[in-house]
């Protein structure tokens, strides 16, 4: 909200406080996380997103259920920049997925798994199953044929094979338990023995670099031994004996997440592993012993939907408790971290995937369009450090001027020789709203309009062509 003040004496002390935030750093301290509006991503999608992978590069990849993303055409698959913008780079030549995509796994070699109810991709056929290759087009050497013969609910890729889950009970005309361990050229790994259950229920799996499948859902039994709800696999489909869970779980598993170390984060709706009492997020080590460092903080009415960790180790959960959607951070030990203190909105709708990138911020997807009454269209980028607001500390004083600096009614980008030609320029106020986007040619220094302003300091982003980026502020006087 604006005022306008005709009191001199005010403006006079106005300008005077306005000069103050210009000259010094703004540090802004708060518990609450906030959005960075530096992810530019609006409008975002059109609807839910299901799928997100963020790669080596920090490009981001997300599908789902929506059409339309930053009101342009997706065809429920689109790849990001690492700031949010739509990479030209990846190739849709037909339009994408002509259903919904539910799963999706990047392979160590950069090319794309994608699964979900779909028949089409780009306008050949697919059913329900296509790999793509790092730039977007169809990997013709996975070859899927008939493929599987429903539903596509997830997928997990290694150097040397994938396994799918779903609702589907043959793949390539072969009787299939709900999942399918393939072949890099999509035939039907015959050398892994699927179990005599007809069904499995599998809510997650997670598949590792020696090959061995971690399975975990409501099931209770596979090929005959008890289990109860989660496995390890050998290569072979037998089970691995040496992952020793005892009793199991007294409740369904919904989430895997699989830490660097080897360990495992299992979350669901159980209370007790092995005969102990627990909460519904516990992690296991690579022999199935409980580490009974991690307490973790979890409600006891609380379903999980999304897990990561960060580098420091802490967890990031997302779900419901007794209807009521959170987002919560626990440190190392399972206690709430309070420094990640979600009050008032949060976000309005499910969140279905969790991951960071590089720069440790949080990339979030569902099916919200809000965040704290922000716009946040199924897609958003968090800061996870309390101790920073949505503003990059990066200034380049000595490369980039802004003059006049306050301005009134235009002003214009001054830079040394090292810098020329076409530069990306986005000006925001503090609200985070856009007032200016486009390209600014620095060999021309035109001026900018700011005529149209409202009183108040702006954020001026600078992005070269490399993606180098630096955020200079501007009084509008």
């Known amino acids: 909200m604006h005022y306008r003040i005709s009191d001199p004496h005010k403006n006079t002390f106005i300008n005077y406080f306005l000069t103050l935030l210009l000259l010094f750093p703004i540090s802004v301290f708060c518990q609450n996380p906030r959005l960075d509006t530096t992810f530019d991503i609006y409008p975002g999608a059109d609807a839910g997103i299901n799928e997100l992978i963020i790669q080596p590069d920090d490009k981001v990849i997300v599908a789902g259920m929506f059409k339309n993303f930053k009101g342009k055409a997706a065809g429920r698959i689109i790849r990001m920049q690492p700031n949010g913008g739509i990479d030209s780079t990846w190739i849709r030549s037909a339009g994408g997925a002509d259903s919904d995509i539910r799963g999706m796994a990047l392979q160590p070699d950069g090319k794309v798994l994608v699964g979900g109810i779909f028949s089409m991709y780009d306008g050949m056929t697919a059913n329900r199953l296509v790999r793509l290759n790092s730039d977007g087009s169809i990997d013709t050497t996975f070859e899927v044929d008939s493929g599987p013969n429903n539903e596509v609910q997830g997928i997990t890729a290694n150097n040397n094979r994938a396994v799918i889950r779903g609702f589907f009970n043959t793949y390539q005309g072969t009787l299939v338990p709900s999942f399918a361990v393939i072949k890099m050229n999509g035939s039907l790994d015959n050398s892994f023995n699927l179990p005599s259950e007809s069904f499995l229920f599998i809510n997650d799996f997670h598949i590792l670099s020696n090959d061995k499948l971690y399975l975990g859902g409501n099931f209770t039994t596979y090929n005959g031994q008890t289990v109860n709800r989660i496995v390890r696999l050998n290569q072979d489909g037998s089970i691995d004996t040496t992952f020793k869970t005892g009793s199991g779980l007294n409740g369904a598993v919904r989430r895997l997440f699989v830490q660097n170390n080897g360990d495992v984060l299992v979350a669901g709706t159980f209370t007790s ?84 990138q590089s720069n440790n911020k949080l990339i979030v997807t569902g099916f919200f369009s809000l965040y704290q009454n922000q716009q946040a269209e199924r897609v958003a980028r968090m800061f996870t450090d309390s101790t920073t607001a949505s503003i990059e500390t990066r200034y380049i004083k000595d490369r980039i001027v802004l003059f006049p600096n306050p301005c009134t009614d235009m002003f214009s980008l001054n830079t040394n020789e090292t810098i020329r030609g076409e530069i990306y320029l986005r000006i925001r106020d503090l609200y985070g709203r856009q007032v200016y986007d486009g390209l600014y040619n620095m060999n021309d220094k035109l001026g900018i309009s700011a005529s149209h302003w409202l009183p108040g300091i702006y954020l001026v982003e600078v992005q070269n062509t490399l993606g180098k980026r630096v955020v200079l502020r501007l009084m509008r006087q």
């Open 273 to 356: 592993y092995k005969g102990a009492s627990v909460s519904g997020l516990i992690r296991l080590q690579p022999n199935g012993d409980r580490d009974t460092s991690l307490n973790a903080a979890v409600p006891s009415l609380a379903t999980i939907d999304a897990i990561t960790t960060d580098a420091s180790g802490r967890i990031y959960m997302a779900g419901s408790d007794a209807g009521k959607l959170f987002l919560k951070r626990l440190l190392p030990n399972g206690s709430e971290d309070t420094g990640f203190n979600i009050s008032g909105t949060g976000f309005n709708g499910n969140i279905t995937q969790l991951a960071h």
